[in-house]
C-alpha cells in the first residue's frame, strides 16, 4: 500500500508544480515548511558567513585606499628621489629669491642667501613724495619823472636774499625818462658784486638780475632770481624809491618772491576750470580760489596724499 502511495506521490510530482507534495497532501503535513524549519539553523550560519565575507572585502578595499595613500606620502616626502623629501638637508635650504613688489628686483647667488643677516636699521623709507618751487618776479612800473634832473641820485635801497642782507645806490646823473634803462647796467653790476653767482662752474648765471623794459613813460622793472628755491626781498629804501609816489611804485618794504597762501592761482597760471589728477581723484580749480584754498581741497579729497606750502623757502610738497 505505503509503496502503491509513494509511486503515485513521485508520478504526480512529475506531472505537475505544487507547493505541498502528494505526501503531504496524503498525511496533512507541510513537509517543505517541515524541511525549511529543520535546516534554518544551518541557512542562518551559511547567511552569516556571506555578511562576514562582504565585511571582509570591504575592509579590504579601505585597507588598500590606506595603503597606496600611505604609500604616495611617503614616496613625496621621505623618498630620496623627490624634491619634497624632507629627511634630506637641502629641503631646509633657502633656494629662491623672490620679490613681492614690482619695485623691487632680487638677484645674487642663492648660495649665499643663508649667509644674509640684518644687523641694524638706520633709516626707514620716506613716503614717496614730490615738491617743487612755486616763486614769482618781482615787477613794478618805474616813475620815469623821479630820475628828472638827476632825481633821487645816491638814493639808497635794501636787499636781501638767503640772510644776506646788501644795499645798493640808485646812480640816476644823466637819466631821463627817455633812457631810464640805462639805469639797469650799474644796478646789475651792483647786483652781481653784492650776491654773485649761482649754479656751477662755466654754466652759472646772476643769482639776481634786473631788467628794465618798456619806453619813455611806461617804463618796467623785474628783478629775477637764479635759485628757484632762494629767498629775495626787497627790505627798505630811502624815501621817493618804493610805493606809491616813489621812483618803483609797486614795490613796498619786505615784499618778497615768495607767494601767499592768499595769492590767487591766476598767478600761477591756473585758470577757473583747470584740472589736476592725484592718485584717480580729480581737483578742480575755481575762478576765486587761492593758493591756500587748494592746498584745503587736495587735503580733504581722500587721494591719499597731504599738500603744504612753505612761503619761507617757497616750496610746495605734495606727499
Known amino acids: ?45 551559511i547567511d552569516k558567513q556571506l555578511q562576514e565575507r562582504q565585511k571582509a572585502l570591504w575592509k579590504q578595499e579601505i585597507y588598500r ?21 624632507i629627511m634630506s638637508a637641502r629641503f631646509f635650504e633657502q633656494y629662491t629669491l623672490r620679490s613681492s613688489s614690482d619695485k623691487v628686483t632680487l638677484s ?96 652759472a648765471t646772476q643769482a639776481v638780475e634786473a631788467e628794465v623794459t618798456g619806453s619813455a613813460g611806461n617804463w618796467t622793472l623785474t628783478v629775477k632770481v637764479a635759485d628757484p628755491t632762494a629767498t629775495f ?26 607767494h601767499s597762501l592768499n595769492s590767487g592761482l591766476n598767478s600761477f597760471g591756473i585758470s577757473d576750470g583747470d584740472t589736476m589728477e592725484i592718485n584717480g581723484v580729480t581737483i578742480t580749480a575755481e575762478a576765486d580760489d587761492t593758493l591756500g584754498s587748494l592746498i584745503r581741497k587736495v587735503n580733504s579729497s581722500g587721494a591719499g596724499g597731504t599738500m603744504s606750502y612753505s612761503q619761507t623757502t617757497g616750496q610746495i610738497t605734495l606727499g
Open 233 to 258: 626781498a626787497v627790505h627798505a629804501a630811502d624815501s621817493g624809491v618804493l610805493g606809491s609816489g616813489g621812483l618803483f611804485e609797486d614795490l613796498a618794504p619786505n615784499i618778497m618772491n615768495k
Open 1 to 45: 500500500m505505503f509503496s502503491s502511495i509513494s509511486g503515485t506521490s513521485n508520478s504526480a510530482s512529475g506531472a505537475s508544480s505544487v507547493s505541498k507534495g502528494f505526501g503531504g497532501l496524503a498525511s496533512g503535513l507541510d513537509t517543505d515548511e517541515l524541511v525549511t524549519q529543520l535546516t534554518s539553523g544551518t541557512t542562518n550560519r
Open 65 to 85: 585606499d590606506i595603503t597606496t595613500t600611505l604609500q604616495e606620502f611617503s614616496n613625496k616626502y621621505f623618498s630620496t628621489a623627490s624634491s619634497l623629501n
Open 108 to 203: 645674487g647667488d642663492l648660495a649665499m642667501a643663508n649667509n644674509v643677516k640684518i644687523k641694524s636699521i638706520d633709516q626707514l623709507a620716506d613716503k614717496a613724495k614730490a615738491s617743487f618751487a612755486l616763486t614769482k618776479e618781482i615787477t613794478s612800473k618805474i616813475d620815469d619823472s623821479k630820475l628828472t634832473n638827476g632825481g633821487l641820485d645816491g638814493a639808497k635801497i635794501e636787499l636781501y636774499l638767503d640772510g644776506v642782507y646788501k644795499t645798493l645806490e640808485l646812480h640816476t646823473s644823466g637819466v631821463n625818462s627817455n633812457n631810464t634803462d640805462k639805469i639797469l647796467a650799474d644796478f646789475n653790476d651792483q647786483l652781481k658784486d653784492a650776491f654773485g653767482t649761482f649754479g656751477p662752474a662755466g654754466a
